[in-house]
């Protein structure tokens, strides 16, 4: 049916679900949902101050949901971990996050969805510590860039292991800060280092900036790995306006969907 358009799926914690904030300029979702109008609807499932084991509970209920008989699921993000590398509440053993990634990975692949896996970028600190003494944040940081990139680097290999793509956001953050041959990550700042001031809001949360790079390479991870996926490789639903056939209006313009 034309206007029953399949899917393409956000999954994960607060910065997937402030990826459709247009409050903050440039964002994922928007990008996104641009680049495939007419072709797959973009459906974000953020949910803020989540974890991965909470992802792996929700997920298959999401999935019951959004991929039906009628409109499919083609393609989603997993996008876990900078919640699980905390030292608060929120934390899951780096191995428990392996198992909740892997277990994730398989549902979505269970159902021939094309996955993308995203995991934890770099932190600012600074940033962060400034608004928890102000009040913003209830809580002190305990988050490190060292941490996030052990859990960066296991969600790597069990996106390699399950065979789908992985978008290292931690290294391409660090390369576009130039920061590769940083010694001490855990001292990437914004008070030595503004330049990350331009990637994270609030020393977690994306700038506009992190999430155009998060979006190009999306992209090109697409184009790469599932190029029948590509938006430019999708048709759009309904005829091209100035295909319609004004004398035969309703066949001419359903004329691509019955083909």
Not at 9 to 27: H, M, V
Not at 33 to 42: F, G, S, T
Not at 126 to 133: C, F, G, Q, R, V
């Amino acid at each position: 049916m034309p206007f029953n358009y399949d899917k393409f799926l956000l999954f994960g914690d607060s910065i997937t679900q402030f990826a459709s904030s247009i409050t903050r300029g440039y964002c994922l979702q928007p990008a996104v949902q641009e680049a495939y109008m007419r072709k797959l609807d973009v459906i974000n499932r953020g949910y803020g101050g989540y974890n991965s084991s909470h992802g792996r509970v929700i997920l298959p209920h999401v999935l019951e949901a959004e991929d039906t008989e009628q409109t499919k699921v083609k393609i989603m993000t997993i996008w876990w971990g900078t919640n699980d590398a905390v030292d608060t509440f929120q934390h899951v053993d780096i191995k428990k996050y392996e198992n909740n990634m892997d277990e994730m990975i398989r549902m979505a692949k269970k159902r021939n969805i094309a996955v993308i896996v995203i995991g934890p970028t770099l932190h600012d600190t600074y940033a962060y510590t400034e608004l928890y003494k102000q009040g913003v944040v209830e809580f002190a940081d305990t988050a490190k860039n060292s941490t996030n990139k052990k859990y960066s680097e296991v969600a790597k290999k069990v996106s390699k292991a399950n065979g789908v793509p992985y978008i290292d956001l931690w290294t391409l953050f660090l390369e576009f800060g130039g920061w590769e041959d940083l010694q001490d990550v855990d001292n990437l700042n914004s008070k030595d280092y503004p330049k990350i001031k331009e990637l994270l809001i609030d020393g977690i949360h994306l700038q506009p900036q992190g999430y155009k790079i998060l979006f190009e390479n999306l992209q090109k991870v697409i184009k790469e790995f599932y190029p029948d996926l590509y938006f430019e490789n999708i048709p759009e639903h309904l005829i091209a306006w100035d295909k319609i056939d004004n004398n035969d209006m309703e066949n001419s313009i359903f004329s691509m969907e019955r083909d």
